[in-house]
């Protein structure tokens, strides 16, 4: 598994490397610092305290859209770049399989994906202390609901996204066709998510 780690590693530096990825990490923690003022939350959670697990899940859903973004420049393009440039055989002359350099580069990306996802939650987590925040939208500090959200939803929303658009890559290697697939996954979650709304509703009103 040295060359699996090799790879992992060149990436993991060529990434970090990447201006893309610093504004991207900007950006996002920018959302995540200001979301827990910005976004209501609806239907039988509308009155709960702005830093329990129920609202941290409701964010996190709406930047797991985001993300998706996120994936394709750095797990998907990656995977493509060397097909791209016509580059890709010169890795597979070498002693390199194919598994090791998919996985390598996957694990890169992903790794970066899932500290992104930790810091997000440790701003909402900051920002929900800021003193322009109304005091009785906000309970007590507990690290519970921020790790509970990055368990239950982060973490699985992250592994199954970028593993369907990596596999897309993959054997597609287009990226024009993994833009089909984030347009496909968000149309997907975005109506899996208005139907939840409103079954909330429906069982809040009941």
Known sequence: ??????????????????????????????????????????????????????MNLQVMANFTLLSMLFVTLFIAHPLLRDHEYGIAELFFSKPLSKSDYVLGRFSAGFALILVLCALMLALMALGS???????????????????????????????FIAGLLALLASVTRSMLMVYVGVVAIAGLMAGAQSLMRQLDSQTFAA
């Open 1 to 54: 598994k040295a060359m699996f780690y090799e790879i992992f590693k060149f990436d993991l530096r060529l990434q970090l490397k990447n201006p893309l990825l610093w504004i991207t990490v900007l950006l996002f923690g920018a959302l995540a610092f200001f979301s827990t003022e910005a976004i209501v939350l609806d239907g039988a959670i509308q009155q709960a305290n702005i830093n329990t697990a129920a």
């Open 129 to 159: 202390q800021m003193p322009w925040i109304d005091a009785k939208k906000v309970g007590p500090l507990s690290l519970f609901p921020y790790v509970y959200t990055f368990l239950i939803s982060a973490l699985p929303h992250m592994l």
